[in-house]
């Protein structure tokens, strides 16, 4: 319930369209419950028991004067023009309010429709900026395919299980109490009998729910296993190839597939289980109550008249569809909770690398940057241990070492990648953590090991990050980079599309276009992370 209210909060800018589609919802539930009333008066017209009226009333806002001056107004019609005309008369009332009823629906609809995709568009955007905001460090302990899930199946089960279901929430219950409260008004004791049984329904379906959260969320955590298979399979498959592992890769991505696949099916039968457990316990609840109120008025110890006990017949029966889909709302939130859940996740991960509330804002560099007595850990070993050293403003400096021995962890302690774990790194002898971490990220200029490339033009891939530029500069830091000459081979040029992470290029090209990137950027503090290794 605590999960479902924060997934509510999400729904608060948008509460004047809510609050319409629940006016709209109540007006559409008494426009049903009109034309259901209209069952009494039909059936004393049929069978001749309409209780004859002959002096009308004053109108009142009020159930007994509506209904009192409603069958003087048949009354005349019957003495006046026969009996076939107030069936006729009825019958256009019926009518009437039916389309008024569908009318109304279709107006709560129309203002569902911009919550449910309002606030699905929200979530997608609060995950992706979180994303963003979230340190290296989770993304080395978590699966890349996994996060995607989260990002798209998760969010997408939501929209399906719960933002689905939200149509039904603001909607069913109204029509319940709706139709409860004149149920309740019609006959006392066969409304409180009905309400005795209702728990025991209530008891089933939660337990039922219960199960399926529980599947609903392993489910989600299997297909998060399986992208993981296909993203690093993609990522791979020249390696794949090269070691003829593709049976082997094979075999472990139908296993499991297979397992996902169980799993579903066991959620599914559990899913389809809603629709007829609620149906038939609707049905055991009104033969129950067709059985009590039936021995009641046959004994003349109901307040209802025949055709009154077969209209509050007909009334509950139109309760059980609305507690149908609201049961199945019920389970389909306990599907999507599973999701949320997962969501909820990364939202509430630590992002770690803190800005101080403080902190300095700077747009230039004149000194120095220097490393005074900083460790480091990832886990439990120690990558640097009480290292120190300062390079000024203007040099060129190269760390040279065997794999692991800490280098390129330098160069991510720098822009804050990471934290030092002891001791602090100072440029121009302000500590970088008391510097806003954009302003300290924008003085640096970063080529990574792996050239980091995106499936856009080469245009962009080396204006990334930078707002506004021109054809003329992007080339000139080609040049620069020496990627000019194979830019200019292409027919394009700088416009041509390089594919997914840059797979159109070779190693060497790659890493000139980051070369080039970082160039074209000018910062004053340069960092090459063995950026010429290809």
Not at 231 to 257: C, H, P, V, Y
Request: hydrophobic share 45%.
């Amino acid at each position: 319930m605590k999960r479902f209210k924060q997934l509510l909060m999400y729904v608060k800018p948008y509460w004047g369209k809510a609050i319409l589609n629940g006016v709209f919802n109540i007006l559409g539930s008494i426009s049903s419950l009109f034309s259901l009333t209209m069952v009494i008066p039909f059936l004393g017209i049929l069978f001749g028991t309409q209780p004859a009226v002959h002096d009308s009333i004053p109108f009142e806002f009020s159930i007994n004067s509506i209904q009192h001056n409603f069958n003087y107004f048949l009354t005349q019609t019957i003495e006046n023009h026969g009996a076939a005309s107030a069936l006729l008369i009825v019958s256009i009332i019926v009518v009437l309010t039916s389309l008024l009823k569908n009318l109304f629906i279709f107006l709560a609809n129309f203002f569902m429709a911009p919550i449910r995709n309002g606030v699905i568009r929200d979530i997608r955007n609060v995950l992706y900026d979180k994303i963003l905001r979230l340190p290296l460090s989770f993304f080395s302990n978590e699966k890349k395919g996994d996060i995607i899930t989260r990002m798209s199946n998760d969010v997408q089960e939501i929209e399906w299980s719960i933002m689905s279901s939200i149509e039904m929430i603001f909607r069913d219950p109204l029509t319940i109490v709706i139709y409860l409260v004149t149920l309740f008004f019609m006959s006392y004791q066969l409304t409180l009998f009905a309400l005795l049984l209702l728990p025991i329904t209530a008891l089933v379906i939660g337990r039922v729910g219960k199960v399926l959260r529980k599947q609903s969320n392993q489910g989600q955590r299997r297909i998060g296993g399986i992208i993981s298979v296909v993203e690093e399979t993609l990522s791979g498959i020249r390696i794949i190839k090269g070691f003829n592992a593709e049976d082997k890769m094979n075999q472990r991505f139908k296993s499991m597939n297979h397992f996902y696949t169980q799993l579903m099916i066991k959620l599914f039968r559990r899913r389809y289980l809603a629709s007829p457990l609620s149906e038939f316990l609707g049905t055991v609840v009104l033969v129950s109550l067709m059985y009590f109120g039936g021995t009641l008025v046959i004994n003349n110890k109901a307040e209802l008249t025949s055709q009154e006990f077969i209209a509050y017949l007909v009334i509950f029966s139109q309760i059980i569809n609305p507690a149908k889909a609201f049961s199945q709302a019920y389970y389909n939130i306990q599907k999507g909770m599973a999701s949320l859940d997962r969501i909820e996740q990364i939202l509430k991960a630590d992002i770690k690398i803190y800005e101080e509330a403080n902190a300095l804002s700077i747009n230039q560099f004149q000194h120095s940057i220097e490393f005074r007595n900083v460790s480091f850990k990832y886990e439990e070993e120690y990558v640097l241990k009480n290292v120190s050293f300062k390079i000024e403003k203007g040099k060129t400096v190269a760390l040279v070492g065997p794999s692991g021995a800490g280098k390129s962890t330098i160069a991510d302690l720098i822009p804050r990648f990471f934290d030092a774990t002891e001791g602090e790194i100072l440029i121009d002898n302000i500590p970088i953590k008391k510097i806003k971490i954009k302003d300290l990220r924008a003085l640096m200029g970063i080529v990574t090991q792996q050239p980091v490339l995106f499936n856009d033009t080469i245009y962009r891939n080396i204006a990334f990050g930078v707002e506004e530029t021109t054809e003329e500069k992007v080339l000139e830091a080609a040049k620069v980079a020496n990627a000019y000459d194979f830019i200019m081979e292409y027919p394009n040029h700088v416009y041509t599309n390089i594919g997914d992470s840059g797979d159109k290029l070779s190693g060497g090209q790659k890493q000139r276009i980051s070369i080039a990137r970082a160039v074209l950027k000018n910062p004053p503090i340069l960092i090459l992370d063995e950026a010429t290794s290809s």
